[in-house]
């Protein structure tokens, strides 16, 4: 039998070990932390509960007028309806630590019924391999013993943890890297968050709709600089018009602790309060220390492990998945070369990672997601595009809800009309673009998307209307 032993238990780890035992193989998965990694317990599956928390609240506040709630100005008689006024802080995050226990122990348990053994502890390369081409992985436990595995292939799926500034270094208490802000049992009254990428968007986002006053430090322009620039531009707008002091241009050098506050330096010199800093400024691949490069796997400058497409190192028999390939930072591109990784190794039917068709969203509210080529593709002239956005404004649904930021932007080929791109802005953007996901997946045209019915009304007719208007421009070749 193939023996298979995977090193992280993260998406790009457990889809792995499922398709695996699928396939027939042994498999052991090597995790010290849980399986479910960064993504279950400490990222995507707890910021998105905390988001889900803090929408209800934006959702209230910006919407109960003009759809004609009524709500009490002060403490109202038991039988009346009550305004939201704020947020346990301690209640929620209580709630995002148990639902990430929870899924992780479900996918535990998911694993362990498809066949795979799970190993608690830390596995590194021994960095030989055998004539036989197998490999040896040492399995360090929590108290010191070790283990050895031999295995015919080997994935490594180790994920990252959070970059650290050496001058605003995270004490969990006042100035927090985005694992520990679970901690937290009171709402932080004055927020600063530093970085404006996915991870500082959604937090700055979260805790001002939960009541923090909140400073969004950017070192770039704009808020967002790696998505649409337009979708930027909204949420950017809603930001500030909700009140967040965004700082663009604005590199933070130090954040250190003066009493119960913390003060952030920034590289011109300005000096910025509040009572809690995040600190959101990327990621680092946990590569160190296990015996990669011994075994001839390559890394980047950045320490990220380099993998083709079909998630194969540069070294025999080694395999690499998720975040520590620096290949798209979300869960399903990590499942995705985890499961290709294994179909590769044990003969079954596989189809390399093509990221041009791989959905993404940024967890803001509007959410923004994206799947195919983009602006900045169609701006720098590596694809001939042509591009409709439609404001939700126009959107009769968007009307009766009270929305009134956002848009969708589809992307398509001049002539064949064949979509290869878009973007969305809006509430649940996240679900709304899988259906341009499906056109751009299965080289769907314009004409095909706007001949479709779509409900009446609905958020989704945006799509088909965009589709109409990017079929008609497309049949006039002087538009």
């Known amino acids: 039998?193939?023996?298979?032993?995977?090193?992280?238990?993260?998406?790009?780890?457990?889809?792995?070990?499922?398709?695996?035992?699928?396939?027939?193989?042994?498999?052991?998965?090597?995790?010290?932390?849980?399986?479910?990694?960064?993504?279950?317990?400490?990222?995507?599956?707890?910021?998105?509960?905390?988001?889900?928390?803090?929408?209800?609240?934006?959702t209230f506040d910006s919407s109960y007028e003009e759809l004609g709630i009524i709500v009490a100005d002060d403490t109202p008689h038991i039988e009346q309806a009550a305004r939201v006024v704020g947020v346990d802080l301690g209640k929620v995050n209580r709630r995002v630590k148990r639902l990430a226990l929870a899924q992780s122990h479900d996918i535990t348990a998911s694993v362990t019924r498809a066949g795979a053994r799970v190993v608690r502890g830390r596995g590194r390369l021994d960095g030989t391999q055998a004539a036989d081409g197998s490999r040896q992985v040492v399995v360090t436990a929590a108290d010191g013993s070790e283990e050895v595995l031999?295995?015919?292939?080997?994935?490594?799926?180790?994920?990252?943890?959070?970059?650290?500034?050496?001058?605003?270094?995270?004490?969990?208490?006042?100035?927090?890297?985005?694992?520990?802000?679970?901690?937290?049992?009171?709402l932080p009254e004055e927020l600063i968050v530093v970085g404006s990428g996915v991870t500082g968007a959604e937090f700055a986002g979260a805790y001002q709709a939960l009541g923090s006053r909140v400073t969004l430090v950017s070192s770039r322009d704009r808020v967002l600089p790696g998505e649409d620039p337009d979708a930027a531009a909204v949420l950017e707008d809603v930001f500030r018009r909700r009140g967040m002091n965004v700082m663009a241009r604005s590199r933070a050098q130090s954040a250190k602790r003066v009493g119960d506050r913390v003060e952030v330096?920034?590289?011109?010199?300005?000096?910025?309060?509040?009572?809690?800093?995040?600190?959101?400024?990327?990621?680092?691949?946990?590569t160190a220390g296990m015996g990669l490069e011994e075994a001839g796997v390559r890394l980047k400058d950045s320490g990220h492990i380099w993998t083709?497409?079909?998630?194969?190192?540069?070294?025999?028999?080694?395999?690499?998945?998720?975040?520590?390939?620096?290949?798209?930072?979300?869960?399903?591109?990590?499942?995705?070369?985890?499961?290709?990784?294994?179909?590769?190794?044990?003969?079954?039917?596989?189809?390399?990672?093509?990221?041009?068709?791989?959905?993404?969203?940024?967890?803001?509210?509007?959410?923004?997601?994206?799947?195919?080529?983009?602006?900045?593709?169609?701006?720098?002239?590596?694809?001939?595009?042509?591009?409709?956005?439609?404001?939700?404004?126009?959107?009769?649904?968007?009307?009766?809800?009270?929305?009134?930021?956002?848009?969708?932007?589809?992307?398509?080929?001049?002539?064949?009309?064949?979509?290869?791109?878009?973007?969305?802005?809006?509430?649940?953007?996240?679900?709304?673009?899988?259906?341009?996901?499906?056109?751009?997946?299965?080289?769907?045209?314009?004409?095909?998307?706007?001949?479709?019915?779509?409900?009446?009304?609905?958020?989704?007719?945006?799509i088909a209307e965009v589709a109409r208007q990017l079929q008609s421009r497309n049949t006039d070749p002087e538009i």
């Open 1 to 58: 039998m193939t023996r298979i032993v995977i090193i992280g238990g993260g998406p790009g780890g457990y889809e792995a070990a499922l398709a695996g035992a699928q396939l027939g193989a042994e498999v052991t998965v090597v995790d010290c932390d849980g399986l479910g990694g960064a993504s279950v317990l400490t990222d995507c599956v707890p910021s998105k509960t905390l988001i889900a928390t803090a929408e209800v609240m934006t």
């Open 150 to 186: 031999v295995a015919d292939a080997v994935l490594i799926a180790t994920g990252g943890h959070p970059r650290e500034i050496p001058d605003a270094l995270p004490d969990g208490e006042r100035i927090l890297n985005w694992t520990q802000v679970y901690d937290l049992d009171e």
């Open 265 to 286: 330096t920034l590289a011109d010199g300005r000096v910025i309060s509040g009572t809690h800093c995040l600190m959101a400024v990327g990621a680092i691949p946990n």
């Open 308 to 462: 083709d497409k079909v998630s194969r190192t540069s070294a025999p028999g080694i395999y690499a998945a998720g975040d520590v390939t620096g290949i798209f930072a979300l869960a399903s591109v990590a499942a995705m070369q985890g499961r290709i990784a294994m179909y590769h190794f044990l003969g079954g039917a596989v189809t390399p990672l093509n990221l041009r068709t791989v959905s993404a969203n940024v967890f803001t509210d509007p959410e923004i997601a994206t799947v195919g080529y983009t602006q900045a593709d169609v701006d720098a002239g590596r694809i001939d595009a042509k591009a409709v956005k439609l404001p939700l404004l126009r959107n009769p649904r968007a009307k009766m809800q009270g929305i009134r930021d956002g848009f969708v932007k589809i992307f398509c080929r001049p002539g064949t009309g064949i979509v290869v791109g878009g973007c969305v802005v809006a509430p649940r953007a996240s679900e709304l673009i899988h259906p341009i996901s499906l056109a751009v997946d299965n080289n769907l045209t314009v004409e095909q998307i706007a001949n479709a019915f779509t409900v009446y009304p609905s958020l989704s007719g945006s």
